[in-house]
Nanobody, 127 residues
Framework: QVQVVESGGGLVQAGGSLRLSCIVS????????MGWFRQAPGKEREGVSC????????YYADSVKGRFTAVRDNAKNTLYLQMNRLKPEDTDMYYC????????????????????WGQGTQVTVSS
């Protein structure tokens, strides 16, 4: 059984930092590109980043470039999202997901590329 478990969310002041973690089990982790998505109530889920199977290639939404960094540790089956200089508009539920085709190429923001999703972790940024 595939399990995807996020953690690390919380309440932080604007300008602060958080590091989200995503631990994956039940699949061959380094066969999959991994994505981070976020979603606010009543809004569509949007792509935040994608990282290739090796961690060599990363992609980011324009809204987070220069502030967020995705990293993976394949030895630990773990994905991270380092979030710096957080803004109130970053307040969302953040989700970790595994891409079924194993790559970020081919529209990494397309949600249906990702078959396995975590339950989400809430990030709230106060002004």
């Amino acid at each position: 059984q595939v399990q995807v478990v996020e953690s690390g969310g919380g309440l932080v002041q604007a300008g602060g930092s958080l590091r989200l973690s995503c631990i994956v089990s039940g699949l061959t982790f380094d066969d999959y590109a991994m994505g981070w998505f976020r979603q606010a109530p009543g809004k569509e889920r949007e792509g935040v980043s994608c990282i290739s199977w090796s961690g060599r290639d990363t992609y980011y939404a324009d809204s987070v470039k220069g502030r967020f960094t995705a990293v993976r540790d394949n030895a630990k089956n773990t994905l991270y999202l380092q979030m710096n200089r957080l803004k109130p508009e970053d307040t969302d539920m953040y989700y970790c997901a595994a891409a079924t085709d194993g790559g970020c190429a081919g529209s990494w923001t397309y949600r249906k590329k990702y078959n396995y999703w975590g339950q989400g972790t809430q990030v709230t940024v106060s002004s």
